[in-house]
């Protein structure tokens, strides 16, 4: 079955670490997203990638970091420097550089406590 | 920059009854746009697309949207709404052509009454 595999589905960690979250697609998609879900708030833009070994800043990127070393993988960190990092977390990718269509995971609820 | 605007954060409709879901857009071109619906802690479904040509999409699960360039709307509905459509529903727009990006509006959580 093709499609984008997030994990893992929740996540706990104290105050002051970071965590990584995956998000993993075997579409061969080239590009791919992380977006951040509050309630309320609806989507917003981390970091997205468009082709491997390059990504760019969201409209919320502060506190984040990802790589993209793999066409198939696109790792979120959350450092210790986002400061309300309890959020539902969501990755996607699309086909090509521009979004014609967009595939979502599962999604990642990360508690920091 | 491009921005989406739901107005209505909830809505309830009768099990039965007809549906719409408003969405508006800011954008100087027409951009492409989507519909998406998220069940409570799931991921995002897209419903539908727009990019050119027919105003009118048919989507699935019996959604479709209309395109008014006039109005920058693209305005989700159903005939009949099933218990099953409760959940929310975001609309999206992302530049046509070019590398992009989707931005989101803040969704419409439907409700769905007996």
């Known amino acids: 079955d093709g499609g984008i595999t997030q994990s893992p589905k929740y996540l706990f960690r104290k105050e002051g670490q970071n965590v990584t979250l995956s998000c993993e697609q075997n579409l061969n998609h080239d590009a791919m997203y992380w977006y951040r879900q509050d309630p309320g708030q609806g989507l917003r833009l981390i970091y997205y990638s468009q082709i491997v070994n390059d990504f760019q800043k969201g409209d919320i990127a502060e506190g984040y970091s990802v790589s993209r070393e793999k066409k198939e993988s696109f790792p979120l960190t959350v450092t210790s420097a986002q400061k309300n990092p309890t959020a539902f977390y969501l990755c996607?990718?699309?086909?090509?550089?521009?979004?014609?269509?967009?595939?979502f995971g599962q999604g990642t609820r990360l508690t920091v406590v | 920059a491009q921005s989406v605007t739901q107005p209505d954060i909830h809505i309830t409709v009768s099990e039965g009854a007809s549906l719409e879901l408003r969405c508006n857009y800011s954008?100087?071109?027409?951009?492409?746009l989507f519909w998406y619906v998220q069940s409570p802690g799931q991921g995002l479904q897209l419903l539908l697309k727009?990019?050119?040509?027919?105003?009118l999409v048919q989507g699935i699960k019996g959604f479709e949207a209309e395109f008014k360039r006039s109005q920058s709307s693209f305005n989700l509905r159903k005939p009949s709404v099933h218990w099953s459509d409760a959940a929310e529903y975001f609309c999206?727009?992302?530049?046509?052509?070019?590398?992009?990006?989707?931005?989101f509006g803040k969704g419409t959580m439907l409700l769905v009454s007996p």
């Open positions: 727009y990019f050119s040509g027919d105003t």
């Open positions: 999206a727009v992302a530049p046509p052509k070019g590398y992009s990006t989707l931005t």
């Open positions: 954008y100087g071109a027409t951009p492409y």
């Open positions: 996607a990718s699309s086909p090509h550089r521009d979004v014609t269509e967009a595939f």
